[in-house]
């Protein structure tokens, strides 16, 4: 083995490629790398395939994807893609909450108003603020019809066909309850709902958020674990991937009107959105700016997790056909 | 039956073809001759990509392994479609010199 940094670290790329591609052509790439000393130019393309071979699977598909075990892999790609995009939707939905604890009762709320009616879609939004908050709540409203048409058939048809999932499905049950529950003691203590802050403003509050996304993190796991472990049918697979493709469209649109939000708040007014208490519930460009992050991440996520199992889809209509 | 199925693959598997077109050989193999042959640095990412390309569509087989190596040769289909991609590259040739009022170099790196 080439001792060199490159010669080093050419192998370790290699073991990160999937398994079907080591399987394959493990051994034998290894034993090239061992011939010719890699240049970073090798770790380079190294790399660069690496990404291309998780994104495409199809590519060390036997006879066009016709073998048994490839057409499995297949599918288990297409499924773990719309797995990985219910946790992307998950991401984004939480980083949403978060953005409207900026908004819902806080100091830019008086600026969101109509400037009258358009004939036949709604409201007109008086300025950029509520123009971007009408077209995020058109993004996240499409995300939740498109995980809810995609997602509530996988996980029924996961809950009838595998007995051995259903234990799964208590922790979501559970996390509702677990959710539910602060909510009429904090009534109770501190007085009506209404008038608690859920914009991280208090200690308690900080920690019924902490607690919030913990409870989301256990039920998508859970989840997400009903609907791996669970038997589906390729059709099923197959037409639960329609909906997720839109709600990856959906989470470029959230990311895509978030980003336009900060944009307009920065431009129209510009004292309350650069100054501010940060990321203590405030408008502020720092918590805006967490947000608009978190739905990137999610959002480049869904559209791999897209990509990536675009070929399993395929197969599975080439199959149904 | 044409390379540019491939895609962005289509010149890195015609040099692999041509390589294979001279008997079989496994990956490093393949990797001296295309550099010899088109002083082209192939990665070795890529060389695994364009052949698993290659087996996809019949164009070129695996051989039984010969300890950690495992040779590759040239299918039937595959060297129809290699010589169909050099005629194709020699007509190219031919025009291309044509019309710079060049003389064809017919063997042995002639000059106009």
Known sequence: MSATPAGLLAPYIVRLYPRPWRERYGTEALDLLELRAPTWGDVWDLGCHLVYHWLHPDVIADGEGSSADSVAGLLSALRSSEIVIFWAFVAAMIAWLQFGGLVDGGPYLPLVASAGTWPFFGTRPANGISAALAAQTAAVDLAFAAMLAGGVPLAVSAWRRSPAVRRYFIVPLAAFVAAVVPVPIAALVRGPVATINLTFATPITDVYCVWFVGLAAASALALSRAVASGELGEGLLRYAYVPSVVVTVALLLLLGTTIAWGIAAHAETPTLFDAGNIARGSATAASWLLDVLVMAGAAGLAVLATIRGASGHAVALRRSA | ?112
């Open chain 2, 1 to 112: 039956m044409s390379l540019t199925e491939l895609g962005p693959f289509a010149d890195a598997g015609l040099l692999l073809l041509a390589s294979l077109a001279a008997g079989p050989k496994h990956g490093y193999a393949m990797l001296a001759d295309v550099e010899e042959m088109t002083g082209v640095r192939m990665g070795p990412g890529t060389l695994y990509t364009t052949l698993a390309r290659l087996q996809q569509r019949g164009w070129i087989e695996a051989l039984p392994a010969e300890e950690a190596r495992r040779p590759y040769r040239l299918t039937e289909a595959g060297g129809e479609v290699l010589q169909a991609q050099l005629r194709r590259l020699e007509r190219f040739t031919a025009s291309g010199l044509s019309r710079m009022g060049l003389e064809r170099a017919t063997g042995g790196g002639g000059r106009a």
